[in-house]
């Protein structure tokens, strides 16, 4: 059966997620990532977690609760990793002799990098992660001295945070730069980008970062990303992680807030897989279904609802939060276990299909619908 009334990807349609057993490779970065899609979580957690899939599914704990929240969930759901975001990358901004926030020194252990780190594992994390400051666009010196304080460290449980402002995208040199120092990281490197919107927003940006991912040779976790997350694990990438809802799908700067074409919106994006694509449920009621029967989701949370039924409300949101898991797991069921060579073949092989789709929709609604920006640059050779 397809999991929507209206559109249907042939690739989709034909997935089923594969299912086997598998322990947590706690304190071991590079096992526990791979062959695993990680979903980040902020509030939502309390009311997703038992939506992602405990073989092939990990979770990010972000916000001052993270800590707090990961051990109260663990007991429950022992198989599935559980890492925490160091407050840093949200709070903080690097320089070159300040990149990291560490704590305080105590009896223990002094107030070093290695100390953070033995922290996070200590509050129960599965891997540490370095607690990097927001890299501004050309901090050269900042982004050096997070990468050799990092490759001074001998130990196989980190993953290397380089938080950086998107405009490290939006220039050649810098954006190989970049690459170089990935290059060179002994560890993981959690690669984020920082924007009031979307990081990949533009044309430049999005075909800089499918350059980026495709020509380094280090180990890539795409962290904070939107659906880029596919196909940077098409690209090469060891893992992305995806947020359900769009403030954890990027960084957004210290000290302010996202930016929105309607704040005052607060219906949920929905992801419709079969299109690659997320839409505001709101947007989707007064544009694509304002003349025509809705299109129906029958995943297991909607169970046939209509895909534009969700409003602003704080139970609309968690719906909508559970039903983007669901797909994104579900996209990874297509793509997640596959060796490089075939992953890169079935990316391709979803991206066609997504387009395909969209003249179904155009049909059902008798009015065009355009696929997106970055289904275009999915489809286009990597330069």
Not at 67 to 93: C, G, V, Y
Not at 224 to 238: C, E, P
Not at 302 to 325: K, W
């Amino acid at each position: 059966m397809n999991q929507f009334s209206v559109v249907s990807n042939p690739r989709m349609a034909s997935s089923a997620p594969t299912h086997f057993d598998r322990g947590v490779e706690t304190g071991r970065a590079k096992e526990l990532l791979a062959f695993r899609q990680f979903h980040v979580c902020g509030d939502n957690v309390l009311n997703t977690l038992q939506y992602v899939d405990d073989t092939s599914g990990g979770v990010f704990f972000t916000g001052q609760y993270g800590a707090k929240r990961m051990n109260d969930l663990r007991r429950h759901h022992p198989t599935i990793p559980m890492i925490l975001e160091p407050r840093s990358i949200t709070h903080h901004i690097a320089t070159p002799d300040q990149p990291f926030v560490l704590p305080p020194g105590n009896l223990f252990h002094s107030g070093d990098l290695a100390g953070a780190l033995d922290d996070q594992r200590a509050d129960g994390s599965d891997l540490a992660i370095t607690p990097t400051g927001q890299i501004a666009s050309g901090d050269s010196a900042s982004l050096k001295a997070a990468l050799f304080a990092a490759n001074a460290l001998d130990r196989e449980d980190t993953l290397l945070a380089l938080p950086l402002a998107a405009n490290w995208l939006s220039d050649e040199a810098a954006t190989r730069q970049v690459i170089k120092a990935i290059d060179r990281s002994r560890h993981p490197v959690a690669l984020t980008f920082i924007d009031r919107a979307n990081p990949l927003g533009s044309l430049k940006r999005m075909r800089a970062y499918r350059r980026l991912i495709s020509e380094t040779t280090g180990a890539v976790l795409a962290y904070r990303v939107d659906l880029f997350g596919f196909d940077a694990l098409a690209g090469g990438a060891i893992a992305s992680a995806i947020g359900a809802y769009p403030a954890a799908r990027r960084l957004t700067p210290v000290g302010r807030g996202g930016s929105s074409a309607d704040p005052e919106d607060k219906s949920p994006h929905m992801l419709i897989g079969d299109i690659l694509r997320f839409t505001r449920s709101k947007y989707m009621r007064r544009h694509w279904f304002a003349e025509a029967p809705p299109m129906r989701c029958f995943c297991m949370v909607c169970r046939g609802d209509d895909i534009d039924r969700l409003y602003g409300d704080e139970s609309d949101r968690i719906i909508g939060h559970q039903h983007n898991v669901l797909e994104i797991g579900r996209l990874f069921s297509v793509v997640g276990h596959l060796p490089p060579a075939q992953t890169r073949a079935a990316w391709a092989k979803l991206v066609a299909g997504a387009r395909d789709a969209y003249p179904q929709l155009t049909t059902h609604i008798g009015a065009p619908v355009r696929p997106t920006k970055d289904l275009d640059v999915w489809a286009e050779p990597v330069t």
